[in-house]
C-alpha cells in the first residue's frame, strides 16, 4: 500500500480496540475507586518545560514542532512534567493531598521494538503535597489493585522497591559521594541487564575500587531492613531511610498487598529527580520491560518553578502491560454484544424494522439490523455473528423475539413489547 | 508562571475532565448501542495521506513534524483520511458494510477563536461499503440520539440536511459546469456567514449573472423536494438526488428524528470530497459555529489509494458541544462520589483503617480516608467534602457505619460489615 502508518506507531483496529479499552477502563476504574481524579494535559508543550525537568539530552527523544510564532514545542513523551506546571498553576486553590491521574497518550522518537513503541498510553497516578510514606504505600496498592483487576497474580508479577537515599547513604559508607555518586546511580540502575562483569568493569570505570563493588553489591542484594543494617552498620544517613521503608512496608501489609511487593534495593530508577522511595513493576520471569513504576520526587515541582512540596507517584504503559497479560494468558475474550437485532420477517416490513431500531436505541439500548433485504434464515445468521442476545423479527404490528442462546421464542404485540423495555 | 501551556491548547483539571468524560462516555454509548465498533489511528501520520486528501494547502494548518529519517510527519487534524487508510490495508478482510466510530483526539495550528481550538476532541461514526442512503439515514440517526443522550432537543438544535448533487444539478440547470462550478461550491458554503450583498458580489466575482445568482438563491431556500421540483422543473439530473433525498427523509421519519431534521440546501459544505448528502447540526439561534457536520463521500478511499467504495459519515467536536451545552443550561452537575470514607474513630486506628481501605478497594469498592489524624468530626467533614456516600468509623474490630446523606448510623463486627460487601 502507499500509504502506511509511521514505522513506530499503531493502527488500532475494533478487535486491538477492545482490549485498549480494556486495559484503559481498569485504569480508570481503579483510579476512582483508590480516590483519584481525572485530568489531562495538552499533546504538546514548549520544549523548555521538558528540558527544564530532564535536561537538554531529552531533546533527542522528543518529536518536536514548531508554532506559528516559530517557537520550539515537543509532543509529551511522559504526563510528569505538564503534572507539575498544571499543579503549580493551581496550587494555591487545590486542596492537599492533590490525588491524580490521567490516562495519556505520550510520543518518543525512540527505536522502536520489543514493549517499545514511539507513541503509548501511559497511566499515570500521583499523590501531591505531602511528605509522608503514607502516599508512596498508598500509589504502589494502586498498582497492585490495577495488576489484580486485570487477572495478574502475585505469581505472574511483582513490585521491586527500592530507597533512592538509602542507596545513596550505602553509597557514601564507602566513601562515594557527590558527582561520582552520580555517575554510580545510573550504571547501578542498569545493574539488572548487566554481567556481573561488564556491571564490575563500568563501576571501575568511574573509579571504584573492588572493595567498594562489593560493599555495594553486597547492600544492593539485602533483603530486608534488618540486612541493611547488618551490612552497613550504624550510619547516621541510613536511619531515617530505613524507617521510612520499615513504615512503607508496614502499610503495604496493613493494606494486603506484601504479596505483590518485595524489597529489592537494585531498584534506583533512572530519572536524575527521584528522591525517596523508588519502585518497578516486573513479571516474575523478568523477561520483559518493565510493566511500570514510579518513586518520590520532592523537588520536581520547585524545579519547574513551583513551590517545595512532597510528591511520589508511577508510570504504567498499556504496552507491555498488553505483552504481559498475552504471555499469561490472561487476555480476555472481548467480543462485540448486542442487546437486539431486528429483523424484516415478511416482504415490506422494513420500515417497521427502522421504527423498531430508533425506539430501541433511543431507549438506550443496543440494536442493530441488516443493511440487505434477506430471508430470516441468513439475517438470523447476521444476528448470531454480531453477538446479538435477541433477534426481534417484525411481522406488522406483531414481533417474534427470539432468545439466540437458548433458542426459544415468544410472540407479543411491538407495542407492548416496546412498552415492557420502557418500564425497565 | 514560567511555564505554561501553548496557546490554544486547553489544561484539563478535574472539573473540565469530568465534563469532558461526560460528553466522551455519551460519544461512545450512543456508538456502540447503535452498533458502531471503536478504532483509533495514531496521533501522527506521514503528511502526504493529509496533502493526498485535501490537497497542498492543507499543510498550512497543521502541526507538522519529522522522523528521524527525516520524512514529513503531521499532527492528525481530522480523522477521516487514517480511517481511509485503514480501511484499505484491510478491505478484503473487512465484512461490509463497515460501521466503525472513533473519538480522537486532533490539533489544528489555526487561531484560537470561540469554539476553535487548537487541539480538540473529535467523535466521528463512519458506514463504508455500501451506497444506499440508509447508511447516511443511519448516520444522521446517530447524531440525533447522542444530542438526545446528553439533552439536547429538537428545540436546542436541528440538523440541516443538504444534497451535493442536486446542488451541482442546480448550477447546471443555469449553465454553470465544471470548474466553475468548483469556484461556486466555497461561496454557497459561506452564504449563511454573508450578507446578500456581499453574497452577490462574491458570485458575481467568479462571473454569475443576477438571473443566476437568483435562480440558486431561490433553489437553496426551497423547504421540500417537492419545491425543488417546482423551482428546477423537469431536469435530468435531478431525478435521482430527490430521490434519494425522499428516501433519507423517509427512514429519518421512521427512526423518529424528523424533529430534529430539517432540508436546508445551503448546505453544501466546504470540503471538495462530499458526493451526496451532507449536513450540519447548528443550535437553533445559529449564534455558534456547527456543532457536527457530515456527508457521503464515495470517492475517498479510491483517492487514497484503495478501491471505489461507499462511505458516509460525520464527525461532532467537544468544543463547540460543551459552549452549546452551557449557553442551553444542559451542563450536568458531576460531582466526586465516593461509597465509602474510612475514619480512625479511636487513637491508633490508623492501621485497621488502611485495612479496610484495602478491602473495600479490592473489592471493586471506591472508598478513601483523610491523609492527617485528626478528629472523628474533622474526617466527617472532609467525608462530605469528598461526596462520600458512607462514613465507616473504625473502633477495634466494630465499625459504625454512617449515612451521610440520612445521618443514620448503625454499629455492626468489622468482619461481618466487610462479609455483607463481599456478598453482593
Not at 412498552?419 to 425497565?424: E, F, I, V, Y
Request: charged fraction near 25%.
Amino acid at each position: 500500500m502507499k500509504f502506511q502508518a509511521v514505522r513506530g506507531t499503531r493502527d488500532c483496529y475494533p478487535d486491538q480496540m477492545r482490549l485498549r479499552n480494556f486495559i484503559m477502563e481498569a485504569w480508570r476504574r481503579v483510579s476512582l475507586r483508590n480516590g483519584f481524579e481525572e485530568y489531562d494535559s495538552p499533546i504538546f508543550e514548549y520544549l523548555d518545560l521538558f528540558t527544564a525537568k530532564s535536561g537538554d539530552e531529552i531533546a533527542s527523544q522528543l518529536f518536536s514542532l514548531t508554532d506559528r510564532g516559530g517557537r520550539n514545542l515537543a509532543i509529551r513523551p511522559e504526563m510528569t512534567p505538564a503534572l507539575a506546571r498544571m499543579v503549580n498553576a493551581r496550587v494555591n486553590a487545590l486542596p492537599q493531598p492533590i490525588k491524580w491521574f490521567s490516562i495519556g497518550r505520550c510520543c518518543r522518537a525512540e527505536r522502536p521494538q520489543k514493549g517499545r513503541t514511539r507513541e503509548f498510553f501511559q497511566w499515570n497516578a500521583d499523590v501531591i503535597g505531602t511528605n509522608d510514606v503514607l502516599a508512596d504505600a498508598e500509589c504502589i496498592f494502586v498498582c497492585t489493585d490495577l495488576l489484580r483487576e486485570v487477572g495478574l497474580t502475585s505469581q505472574d508479577v511483582k513490585i521491586h522497591i527500592g530507597s533512592r537515599p538509602l542507596t545513596i547513604a550505602a553509597l557514601e559508607s564507602v566513601g562515594i559521594n557527590g558527582s561520582q555518586a552520580d555517575q554510580v546511580l545510573p550504571i547501578l540502575d542498569k545493574r539488572p541487564k548487566l554481567t556481573d562483569e561488564t556491571f564490575r568493569e563500568l563501576m571501575a570505570g568511574v573509579g571504584l575500587d573492588s572493595k567498594q563493588i562489593d560493599a555495594i553489591s553486597q547492600f544492593q542484594d539485602c533483603g530486608s531492613p534488618d540486612e541493611v543494617r547488618q551490612v552497613l552498620g550504624e550510619l547516621p544517613n541510613t536511619d531515617e531511610p530505613l524507617a521510612t521503608l520499615g513504615a512503607l512496608l508496614d502499610r503495604l501489609a496493613e493494606l494486603g498487598v506484601s504479596d505483590y511487593c518485595r524489597l529489592d534495593l537494585r531498584i534506583v530508577r533512572g530519572l536524575a529527580y527521584y528522591t525517596g522511595v523508588v519502585y518497578e513493576v516486573f513479571d516474575t520471569e523478568h523477561s520483559l520491560r518493565a510493566i511500570g513504576g514510579g518513586g518520590r520526587y520532592d523537588n520536581l515541582l520547585e524545579v519547574l518553578d513551583g513551590p517545595q512540596l512532597g510528591a511520589t507517584g508511577f508510570g504504567m504503559g498499556d504496552v507491555v502491560l498488553g505483552i504481559v497479560l498475552d504471555e499469561k494468558g490472561k487476555l480476555p475474550q472481548l467480543s462485540r454484544r448486542l442487546d437486539f437485532f431486528v429483523i424484516d420477517g415478511d416482504d415490506g416490513q422494513f420500515s417497521n424494522v427502522m421504527n423498531v431500531v430508533g425506539r430501541l436505541r433511543s431507549g438506550g439500548l443496543s440494536a442493530d439490523f441488516s443493511y440487505t433485504r434477506r430471508s430470516i434464515g441468513k439475517q438470523l445468521k447476521e444476528a448470531n455473528k454480531r453477538g446479538a442476545k435477541q433477534a426481534v423479527i417484525v411481522r406488522g404490528d406483531q414481533v417474534d423475539i427470539k432468545d439466540l442462546s437458548t433458542g426459544s421464542q415468544h410472540n407479543t404485540s411491538t407495542s407492548s413489547f416496546l412498552g415492557s423495555l420502557a418500564r425497565n
